[in-house]
């Protein structure tokens, strides 16, 4: 089996790497394949004819979709339309990440794979794009094309990891400088570890057992960033105080869900973000 990795140089990318080091891969950044340049990305997948294509690129920055949001359409949904035709010509497995934030937000109880998406900022609505595409292209069977693609939608949240910008970290080195942080209590989600997340990715798609669909991975247990950061500092030893917030004392460009647990009814669970933060720790 073959995986080609796009998005070699972002933290999910690279834990990516090192998650599938005993295996077939090779991995693209931006500066080796331009996902928005249709007639390369054809070219690319023809010339390394892979197996399975692990979608780790995407505009993540959602603060800055706003006002880019062009951009962030043309990344996390246009462009993935993309991929997901060219995986299909191929014959290649898709998989790509979504995230919590193609949901509202307003349902305490937590979303399900196959509760209707509906986000409140520009990135949850180019993310949902991407997803929408995918279903276009991988469950579209026409005369001129009758191949029907696999694909693996993976929602996720909360990413923290080794290898790029995140909350953990954040805090971290706001710990090391300032002896009292506030931090929102009203944002429900659960935070994910990209290593479990990748180990999860790896399973599924070697085990040949699941259909293809929408699959939510996170690290068990929901939470808010207030509780987030509380563990954070906890685990870490670090006396800085943590102060709950609303989101309205806390403004940003981008309006964020307030519950957007991720319920996993699938997949087998993962082990709880408390575990997994205690595990992260110990490498930094």
Not at 69 to 82: K, L, P, S, T
Not at 233 to 248: I, Y
Request: charged letters at 30%; aromatic letters at 10%; glycine letters at 6%.
């Amino acid at each position: 089996m073959r995986i080609l990795i796009l998005g070699k140089n972002g933290m999910l990318g690279r834990d990516m790497q090192k998650v599938f080091a005993d295996m077939d891969f090779v991995a693209l950044g931006q500066s080796d394949l331009d996902i928005t340049d249709q007639e390369k990305v054809f070219e690319t997948f023809m010339s390394i004819q892979p197996d399975v294509v692990v979608n780790c690129s995407g505009y993540t920055n959602v603060d800055d979709a706003e006002k880019d949001f062009e951009m962030a359409e043309e990344i996390n949904g246009y462009a993935v339309g993309v991929l997901a035709r060219a995986c299909r010509e191929i014959d290649a497995t898709f998989v790509h990440f979504s995230t919590d934030y193609v949901f509202r937000g307003d349902k305490k109880s937590g979303y399900s794979e196959e509760d209707g998406t509906n986000p409140v900022n520009a990135y949850g609505r180019s993310k949902m794009l991407g997803e929408q595409l995918i279903f276009d292209e991988m469950e579209s069977i026409s005369q001129e094309n009758p191949k029907e693609g696999k694909y693996f939608i993976i929602r996720t949240s909360w990413l923290f990891g080794k290898h790029g910008k995140n909350f953990v970290d954040t805090m971290l080195e706001m710990g090391k400088i300032k002896d009292t942080i506030q931090v929102v209590d009203d944002q429900h989600g659960k935070p994910t570890y990209t290593i479990d997340l990748c180990e999860q990715v790896k399973w599924l798609i070697t085990s040949h057992e699941y259909p293809s669909g929408v699959y939510h991975i996170t690290n068990e247990g929901p939470t808010t960033w207030f509780a987030f950061a509380k563990k954070i500092f906890q685990l870490s030893n670090m006396k800085t105080r943590v102060v709950p917030c609303s989101s309205d004392d806390f403004r940003r460009p981008a309006r964020r869900p307030k519950y957007s647990i991720l319920k996993n009814n699938a997949l087998p669970k993962l082990r709880s973000w408390e575990e997994a933060l205690e595990d992260y720790l110990k490498t930094t």
